[in-house]
């Protein structure tokens, strides 16, 4: 049995350097605690970088030049062999707080401070990082920054809470039959989503989730709170938006306890008919990055963290967003 403990251990002592060094100890860091080949899937415009280095220099450093002194505020932390291809993850969710001192990609400073959400995937191969998959939502940062490059959501904007229970680090052992109920209903789930083209009618969103559940859904789109709600603010215009969706599968997928959750580069593709945030319609096949965790309550889905690579997403269609917001500042 894989002893998740040790893994856990390893990725809370990475993070625990990370945000204490300084701009110049951030690629020792790295290199300590990945392997050589390491890979980094990061949003748009970081996207897919190799090496420790290079993901200090492209990500990490601008990042804490902007945002400092940087606090890392977990809500959700877990653990699990991947059921994918066996390999072994952490996950991590929460808010990584700074104030905002110096622009980051083209956002004007606040001198305020700012949360940006944040979830991860650490995939650990013999005792080190050897793959993680970052998701930030680099959109809400806009907001707090009193940028609108988007049409007005559909979805309440927040800055979104952890765990109804405020159970969700699960630094200790979980119960190893709690664990496959709650990665049953994941599968259960998708492959109901995957059987009816992504467009679950109510009745079947019923069978895996709560009447009172929570989607915390990335900004662009925002949270929305009941089973109702959510068909109206995000599955309907959803729905409605694209033709041709096609899932591609994950990257990794684990559940430990009642959380469990996966990540996919890119696993939705589809094709505009328009309308969704505001988009034309178009011919093109565009690819979605999104990153799901799940809590359960007995035998449902009570709520759902999700991100996905809005900035990515839309620049495939012919929106940059960051030239956008770089566009309404020249503008005033």
Same mark, same amino acid.
């Given at each position: 049995m894989t002893d998740y403990q040790q893994n856990k251990s390893? =990725?809370?002592?990475?993070?625990?350097e990370l945000d204490k060094?300084?701009?110049?100890? $951030?690629?020792?860091v790295l290199k300590r605690y990945t392997t050589d080949d390491y890979l980094f899937h990061g949003m748009h415009p970081f996207n897919e970088i190799k090496g420790a280095e290079s993901v200090a220099d492209l990500f990490w450093k601008p990042? /804490?030049?902007? #945002?400092?002194? $940087? %606090?890392r505020r977990q809500d959700i932390f877990m653990a699990g062999t991947s059921e994918i291809d066996g390999t072994e993850w952490v996950c991590s969710l929460g808010h990584l707080m700074g104030l905002f001192d110096e622009d980051w990609l083209g956002i004007p400073a606040t001198r305020k401070m700012v949360?940006?959400?944040?979830?991860e995937f650490n995939q650990i191969t013999d005792g080190k990082i050897?793959?993680?998959g970052s998701f930030c939502d680099i959109v809400r940062v806009m907001q707090q920054a009193g940028v609108s490059p988007l049409p007005l959501q559909t979805g309440a904007a927040i800055v979104t809470p952890g765990p109804k229970p405020h159970d969700g680090l699960l630094f200790d052992d979980q119960d190893l039959e709690e664990s496959a109920k709650t990665l049953g209903l994941i599968n259960r789930m998708v492959a109901d989503l995957t059987e009816s083209d992504l467009q679950s009618p109510l009745d079947k969103l019923k069978q895996h989730w709560h009447d009172d559940m929570i989607w915390f859904g990335p900004s662009g789109i925002g949270a929305t709170y009941s089973l109702n709600r959510y &068909?109206? %603010?995000? &599955?309907?215009p959803f729905r409605q938006? #694209?033709?041709? $969706? =096609?899932?591609?599968?994950? /990257?990794? &997928?684990?559940?430990?306890g009642n959380y469990g959750g996966f990540f996919g580069w890119a696993e939705l593709t589809m094709n505009p008919k328009g309308g969704f945030i505001g988009m034309p319609g178009s011919d093109k096949t565009v690819g979605m990055h999104i990153l799901d965790i799940y809590r359960r309550d007995d035998d449902k889905f009570a709520e759902n963290w999700v991100f996905i690579d809005m900035l990515y997403f839309l620049k495939q269609q012919g929106l940059d967003v960051l030239e956008r917001v770089q566009g309404i500042l020249s503008n005033g």
């Open positions: 390893l =990725v809370l002592h990475y993070y625990e060094a300084s701009e110049n100890d $951030i690629a020792k990042l /804490r030049t902007s #945002f400092k002194p $940087i %606090q949360f940006l959400p944040y979830a050897s793959e993680t &068909q109206l %603010q995000h &599955q309907g938006g #694209f033709d041709n $969706i =096609v899932f591609h599968g994950h /990257r990794c &997928q684990f559940a430990e």
